[in-house]
């Protein structure tokens, strides 16, 4: 019985998706709930299973094409194991049991697959710990840093092989005995929605950012006082910093409703929730996945969700629906590195909060030079919904509270 393929049901903030990779061709034999295709959609990867054992039929959309919601993309013969004319048996039947059934008995997240094409491994030799026996990206890399030969290509590539290593997710250009490379890729729909929303921001938003400076030093006298009694409590939950600027964030915007708030066109939005989106670099970009109802949440459950939401993301398991809402965004650029920053906001989105690096600076204190663990904070908002009164005194709030983290526990 023929099955049609079709792509997944899309929700309303996306469009379209692409056709990225094409796990099995005409002809060949699938098992049920294996990967055939994968779907690139502006947010995340989509992965298309077969519904049961069977062949896949037909193509009827390449790599490369744009999709619509549930649109037909091919047709899967149900059970259907050998209907091949007699000319076309003895190929058939030397080709799967040669090539094809490692594939099948292999399943890989889409980085891991990337990775693995890029520096053309056997996959069957990588170790697997994802769930189900799936080949993560952190298998391919650990296998590559453990390995220094692991692709068979020829034997003067070793060095090179493992001198992309640390850049996994890009394009390798080291080539023996060739300089001045250049290497042209397509540019991934996530990362080209990033880009558009990006540019969208800053050609129709008022857009402008307030700093300050939060000492540490509270935060961190806490931090390492309960950490292990905490980690004991919750089931190995480690206490970090982002929990703290989470919840400080949450009490802000309910003292500041209009940083919390969206624009509709020509109409305010306020919301009585507070959805928090926390920005998590992936290989594939930029994502933002969204803590709900955070008002509600403790410090553990916070810091659970954000592991959880970074973890989905270096395996490409994030959802549209991981990463849809939001009424308030906090992006950590102090984990790279960075001092100071300007982050631009997430439409529809009114306000971001950026924190940075903790560095010790001298500091003056009660007329005393005393080194204190500092951090730059920076407040990027929408100036047509939120006044720059509004905007320092949010980002006081979380100053204070941060300084003073007693009072966010106690909620005064």
Same mark, same amino acid.
């Given at each position: 019985?023929?099955?049609?393929? #079709? ?9 379209? *998706? ?24 502006? /947010? =995340? ?15 009827? #959309? ?77 298998? =391919? ?8 030969? @692991? ?33 042209? =890729?397509?540019?991934?729909? &996530? ?16 857009? &402008? ?17 309960? #950490? ?7 089931? *190995?939950?480690? &206490? ?28 305010? =939005? ?6 928090? *989106? ?12 969204? &803590? ?95 006044? *720059? #009164? ?8 979380? /100053?204070?509270?941060?300084?003073? @983290? ?7």
């Amino acid at each position: 019985m023929a099955i049609e393929i #079709k792509a997944p049901t899309f929700p309303e903030s996306v469009a379209d *998706g692409t056709i990225a990779t094409w796990h099995k061709q005409p002809g060949e034999q699938v098992a049920r709930d294996e990967l055939i295709v994968d779907i690139e959609t502006d /947010k =995340v990867v989509l992965e298309v299973v077969a519904p049961t054992d069977g062949v896949i039929e037909s193509i009827s #959309k390449g790599e490369g094409d744009t999709v619509l919601s549930g649109e037909i993309i091919g047709i899967f013969a149900d059970g259907a194991a050998g209907t091949v004319t007699a000319s076309e048996a003895p190929v058939v039947a030397a080709e799967p049991a040669v090539q094809t059934a490692p594939a099948e008995a292999l399943l890989l997240s889409p980085a891991a697959r990337k990775l693995v094409d890029e520096n053309s491994l056997d996959a069957s030799l990588i170790p697997a710990s994802g769930k189900g026996g799936r080949v993560t990206k952190e298998d =391919v890399v650990n296998y590559l840093g453990a390995s220094p030969a @692991p692709v068979a290509a020829s034997a003067p590539q070793p060095e090179a092989t493992k001198s992309s290593t640390p850049a996994p997710n890009m394009p390798s250009l080291d080539i023996p005995g060739q300089g001045r490379i250049e290497k042209r =890729v397509p540019m991934t729909r &996530l990362r080209a929605s990033v880009a558009r929303r990006l540019v969208s921001a800053q050609q129709n938003a008022a857009l &402008l950012t307030t700093f300050n400076e939060v000492n540490m030093k509270p935060v961190m006298d806490l931090r390492n006082q309960y #950490k292990d009694l905490f980690e004991k409590k919750h089931n *190995g939950t480690r &206490l970090g910093f982002m929990s703290f600027f989470v919840k400080a964030a949450v009490e802000a915007l309910k003292r500041f409703p209009a940083v919390n708030a969206s624009i509709d066109g020509n109409d305010i =939005v306020y919301h009585g929730y507070q959805d928090i *989106g926390v920005a998590v670099s992936s290989d594939r970009g930029l994502v933002v996945p969204i &803590l709900r109802d955070v008002d509600g949440m403790g410090l553990a459950d916070i810091e659970a969700g954000i592991r959880n939401y970074g973890l989905k993301a270096r395996d490409g398991k994030l959802g549209i629906e991981d990463m849809t809402g939001g009424t308030f965004t906090i992006s950590n650029g102090g984990v790279f590195g960075s001092l100071l920053s300007t982050p631009i906001i997430n439409p529809p989105q009114t306000a971001i909060l950026g924190m940075h690096k903790i560095q010790e600076r001298p500091m003056a204190v009660n007329g005393e030079v005393v080194i204190l663990p500092m951090m730059y904070l920076a407040l990027s908002y929408d100036h047509r919904m939120i006044d *720059g #009164k509004e905007a320092v005194q949010f980002l006081v709030t979380i /100053k204070e509270l941060l300084e003073d @983290p007693a009072r966010i526990i106690l909620d005064v």
